[in-house]
T-cell receptor
Framework: QKEVEQNSGPLSVPEGAIASLNCTYS??????FFWYRQYSGKSPELIMF????GDKEDGRFTAQLNKASQYVSLLIRDSQPSDSATYLC???????????FGTGTRLKVLA | GAVVSQHPSRVICKSGTSVKIECRSL??????MFWYRQFPKQSLMLMAT?????????EQGVEKDKFLINHASLTLSTLTVTSAHPEDSSFYIC????????????FGQGTRLTVV
């Protein structure tokens, strides 16, 4: 079992819709959870992070964490074509602060 | 967010030569820097963790004699790919964490290495 799993997609949503991206992780001791966006040929850029169970909102983005079920999700409201990218979920392992990345979900927002 | 500068952004080298990639934290001190490699359509794979003033910790399967990492100061880490071969062609990305320990990591722009 991979440590951090994501559906590779592509996930296609129409412009203005809500895009829902999911990520599961295997290490119950994981402490911090991050969502990065990566455009083709570019380096990842941080969208948001979450440490505690529940929801965290930042503009059009909402991260949701459920440690009991070991999943973290990212909702993008009012999706725009410029949101089309690969979204990477990253988890820091307990005690090491190393980031473990999922394989990423490719999102396509259709104009 | 904090700025991490990586140089060069692209490099083409001949098989058998060595290439050095620099990673600098411009506006913060980074006690820990990470080096990743990403092949097309794949995720970032951690190669090594670099701590200022000490030896890097390499992930399983990464040859430390081939990928030399130096973290001589709190703002600079370098990755040298020695005796590069075509299979080393990849996108190399560094990331850095600030001091005091802050779990957010910021990424450099990445280096596209092509070995011909």
């Amino acid at each position: 079992q991979k440590e951090v799993e994501q559906n590779s997609g592509p996930l296609s949503v129409p412009e203005g819709a809500i895009a829902s991206l999911n990520c599961t992780y295997s290490d119950r001791g994981s402490q911090s959870f991050f969502w990065y966006r990566q455009y083709s040929g570019k380096s990842p850029e941080l969208i948001m992070f979450i440490y505690s169970n529940g929801d965290k909102e930042d503009g059009r983005f909402t991260a949701q964490l459920n440690k009991a079920s070991q999943y973290v999700s990212l909702l993008i409201r009012d999706s725009q074509p410029s949101d089309s990218a690969t979204y990477l979920c990253a988890v820091t392992t307990s005690g090491t602060y190393k980031y473990i990345f999922g394989t990423g979900t490719r999102l396509k927002v259709l104009a | 967010g904090a700025v991490v500068s990586q140089h060069p952004s692209r490099v083409i080298c001949k098989s058998g030569t060595s290439v050095k990639i620099e990673c600098r934290s411009l506006d913060f001190q980074a006690t820990t820097m990470f080096w990743y490699r990403q092949f097309p359509k794949q995720s970032l794979m951690l190669m090594a963790t670099s701590n200022e003033g000490s030896k890097a910790t390499y992930e399983q399967g990464v040859e430390k004699d081939k990928f030399l990492i130096n973290h001589a100061s709190l703002t600079l880490s370098t990755l040298t790919v020695t005796s590069a071969h075509p299979e080393d062609s990849s996108f190399y990305i560094c990331s850095a964490r600030s001091v005091p320990q802050n779990t957010e990591a910021f990424f450099g722009q990445g280096t596209r290495l092509t070995v011909v």
